[in-house]
T-cell receptor
């Protein structure tokens, strides 16, 4: 099984940077995903890492270290619309995703 | 319609009722999933279907019964539920089960309340 940990809540100011950490323990790692979920809406895909290193996508970047069982999602130039829950998910095998409980990010003006 | 749709969006049912949740994907995907999302808890995978065949049944109580009549539609039939079954039920789809960078696309969910 999986054990995925991420902070419950984070608060930051508009225009700032926030880093959401995710640690995991897995029997068979086959990729790590980050999803964004606004209240009452569907989770939407943000990023995918399977090799060590940093993947950058506009204001969002995701980092992976497989040897440390660690990932982070970096949100830059925060906007009010970035207030949401961010879900870390680890894939074990071909398709099975195990999710963390999510980190609620609140962006303040 | 685009993406993954779910109906109804909200459902209140008594413990003796029978109801069904419906999911439809318009993405041409071959795999579909049911997840349960309870407050402050991780998404829990319930069922996985690939090309209309069930490939995962994650120790889910028999009061939840899935049905996948074709690769675009997925149902979750509910009967004699318990109050602890109240949660957001999310449907997702993916191109297949081959892994790689293929992400799962989620529907908006059905908010279920069992009274």
């Amino acid at each position: 099984g999986q054990n995925i940990d991420q902070p419950t809540e984070m608060t930051a100011t508009e225009g700032a940077i926030v880093q959401i950490n995710c640690t995991y323990q897995t029997s068979g790692f086959n990729g790590l995903f980050w999803y964004q979920q606004h209240a009452g809406e569907a989770p939407t895909f943000l990023s995918y890492n399977v090799l060590d290193g940093l993947e950058e996508k506009g204001r969002f970047s995701s980092f992976l270290s497989r040897s440390k069982g660690y990932s982070y999602l970096l949100l830059k130039e925060l906007q009010m619309k970035d207030s949401a829950s961010y879900l870390c998910a680890v894939r074990d095998g071909d398709y099975k995703l195990s999710f963390g409980a999510g980190t609620t990010v609140t962006v303040r003006a | 319609e685009t993406g993954v749709t779910q109906t109804p969006r909200h459902l209140v049912m008594g413990m003796t009722n029978k109801k069904s949740l419906k999911c439809e994907q318009h993405l041409g995907h071959n795999a579909m999933y049911w997840y349960k999302q309870s407050a402050k808890k991780p998404l829990e995978l319930m069922f996985v279907y690939s090309l209309e065949e069930r490939v995962e049944n994650n120790s889910v109580p028999s009061r939840f019964s899935p049905e996948c009549p074709n690769s675009s539609h997925l149902f979750l039939h509910l009967h004699t539920l318990q109050p602890e079954d109240s949660a957001l039920y999310l449907c997702a789809s993916s191109p297949g089960l081959a892994g790689g960078a293929d992400e799962q696309y989620f529907g908006p969910g059905t908010r279920l309340t069992v009274t």
